[in-house]
């Protein structure tokens, strides 16, 4: 009896346990559609990112994430500047940058209060125009 | 019945023929501008077409200094290729056209370039029995100026490119699409040389106009953007050349007085050796870049990944010859 119960006791932990959703990362691959323009952004594991416009590279970069919290540099603003914009996970596949800081006035205005949808794996080339 | 015959014989007849016109008809406003860009019925006598100048083979641009045009006249500027336009927002060296449309007409009436009066080169469509027909089909009415303007601007839209080395390096995670000393360059485009001050964005190139110090008002006196504007900050002010296949776009510059993309980088490497009383200049060429031999060739390979892989056999031969 006292078997069944903690056998009983692990199952049901476990059950809880998958129903736990994993932490929100901004690693992969996240995209966006405007005006017939498809922005694709790819956050790496090694801390870089690259945007693309229509299947061309944009512009590249670094990046750090604390908790909610992206800080990320381009080669196209300065390099050594670090812009932070307050991440905001949605809807289980989105996410929303909001300005916390940044004087590069072309990035901030591109990504203040952007959204943009997590591409599943394989799409990706399926979003080249 | 023996007229019956006949008159069915006639029909079929008339029916194949006109089937084999069908295949080639432009379905829609990019297939019929394709069609206009390669008819030379646009110039004054009907020898010079768009793609005379901006040659498919070369990007689109053309491997003269400046282009010839109708009657063997020369045009004042280098062409620059007629790719990668659909996120550009001013063209044209000194950016007189604000769009596509407004742009696809202007080199028509040039007369230095095709020197054929909008007006006219309407009439001649209108005259033209295919025309007629496959403007009333794509867009319901008989060719007029702005169609014209928006079936050319359309056709130029399709002109973009995506797949260079440098994308399926960066877009697939391919670390094997270009060479260490191209990956290198990409470096020192976005760093030490500073070309990513000015090429930046999805085709190297802003929407701005800059004075790379080609301008001294004596041997080098196109003033540029001013002679829009009328400013004289624009002085010697030129639209920022975009480089998606600029290995194939040679010679460079709004006056084509680069030859190779050795003589550009060693140009901007150093350019008071090249132009000493330039006017003007912008403040990032103030100092040299005194870049290496090595750092010149990466650089140089990087540039080289940006040609699409529609274009690599072509790549292949310039590389061979360089």
């Not at chain 1, 604390?66 to 289980?92: E, I, P, S, V």
């Not at chain 2, 060479?179 to 802003?206: M, P, T, V, W």
């Not at chain 2, 650089?299 to 790549?315: E, M, P």
Request: include cysteine.
């Amino acid at each position: 009896m006292k078997k069944l119960l903690i056998l009983s006791s692990v199952i049901i932990a476990l059950a809880a346990l998958s129903f736990i959703t994993p932490p929100d990362t901004l690693v992969g691959r996240w995209q966006k559609t405007y005006r017939g323009v498809t922005a694709l952004a790819a956050f790496r594991t090694n801390n870089t990112f690259d945007v693309f416009m229509n299947g061309k590279l944009f512009t590249s970069g670094k990046y750090t994430v604390r908790q909610d919290t992206l800080a990320l540099a381009d080669a196209g603003c300065n390099a050594a500047y670090y812009g932070t914009y307050k991440l905001g996970f949605f809807a289980g596949d989105s996410v929303r940058f909001v300005t916390i800081q940044d004087t590069c006035e072309g990035r901030k205005n591109t990504m203040h209060n952007a959204t943009m949808g997590r591409v599943k794996p394989g799409e990706a080339k399926a979003a080249k125009p | 019945m023996k007229a019956y015959g006949y008159f069915l014989t006639a029909i079929i007849v008339f029916v194949l023929i006109g089937s084999a016109f069908v295949t080639d008809e432009p379905t829609d406003k990019a297939a019929l501008g394709k069609r206009l860009f390669s008819d030379p019925i646009l110039s004054r006598n009907r020898t010079i077409s768009c793609a005379t100048c901006h040659r498919e083979e070369f990007a689109f641009a053309d491997t003269s200094v400046v282009s010839v045009g109708v009657f063997g006249r020369k045009g004042k500027r280098n062409t620059p290729s007629a790719m990668n336009v659909l996120l550009q927002s001013r063209f044209f060296w000194d950016g007189r056209a604000k769009t596509l449309e407004e742009q696809a007409l202007i080199p028509i009436a040039n007369p230095d370039e095709m020197d054929l009066p909008i007006d006219v080169a309407i009439k001649r469509l209108n005259t033209s029995r295919l025309y007629r027909a496959e403007f009333g089909r794509v867009f319901g009415e008989l060719p007029n100026k702005s169609n014209v303007a928006k079936a050319i601007a359309e056709f130029q839209r399709t002109l973009e490119t995506n797949e260079s080395p440098l994308d399926d390096w960066r877009m697939n995670d391919n670390e094997t699409a270009v060479s260490e000393s191209a990956k290198r360059g990409f470096a020192l485009f976005n760093g030490k040389a500073n070309c990513i001050q000015c090429h930046f964005g999805a085709n190297f190139n802003s929407s701005e106009f800059r004075n790379i110090g080609l301008y001294d008002g004596k041997t080098l006196a196109d003033s540029g953007r001013a002679a829009i504007t009328k400013k004289a900050a624009d002085l010697g002010k030129f639209k920022i050349g975009p480089l998606r296949n600029v290995a194939l776009t040679a010679p460079y510059m709004h006056n084509g007085m680069f030859k190779t993309l050795d003589a550009v980088i060693n140009y901007y490497d150093d350019p008071d050796k090249v132009v000493p009383n330039a006017i003007n200049r912008d403040p990032l060429l103030a100092k040299p870049l005194q870049l290496t031999t090595q750092e010149k060739t990466d650089l140089k390979n990087f540039l080289l990944s940006l040609t699409d892989k529609r274009f690599v056999a072509k790549v292949t031969a310039v590389r061979k010859r360089s």
